[in-house]
């Protein structure tokens, strides 16, 4: 049993991974595609920093949604499972490591959208709204 949680939690930290290079992947690729509004948001007053934040904070919802719909369709499962395997044991939710993962997950999806959030940032709003969307 020690084995399989081994490969359970192995998979799970893969899966995350994965996870974090997509949200950082979409973000920059959102980022790229938004430049004109970038621009415009800096040129109506928003600073540098709100940017960056307004973009962080972005990319961590994709981390709330994924973290929300993996609880809510991961707790089923496991409850399947357990009556799959015919284990008479009643289903006991670790609620501070499932509170704990999520906001892991939720900390990490942020970080992949600070360097594209950064990049954005950068740029001036002049640049930004001369370019063609």
């Known amino acids: 049993m020690d084995g399989i949680l081994a490969v359970a939690i192995g998979l799970v930290g893969l899966t995350v991974l994965i996870a974090v290079v997509g949200v950082g992947t979409t973000t920059a690729l959102s980022v790229v595609e938004r430049v004109r509004e ?3 948001l800096r040129a109506v007053g928003l600073s540098r920093g709100g940017l960056r934040a307004m973009l962080t904070a972005e990319s961590s919802l994709y981390g709330v949604i994924g ?4 609880l809510l369709l991961g707790v089923p499962y496991a409850w399947l499972t357990i009556k799959a395997l015919g284990a008479n044991a009643p289903l006991a939710l670790p609620v ?3 509170a704990a993962v999520f906001v ?3 900390a990490f999806t942020a970080l992949a959208g600070v360097l594209p959030a ?3 940032s950068r740029v001036s709003p002049v640049a930004a ?3 063609d969307g």
């Open 38 to 40: 970038s621009g415009l």
């Open 67 to 70: 973290a929300t719909l993996g």
């Open 96 to 98: 501070w490591q499932l």
């Open 104 to 106: 892991t997950l939720v």
């Open 118 to 120: 950064r990049r954005a």
């Open 129 to 131: 709204l001369a370019t």
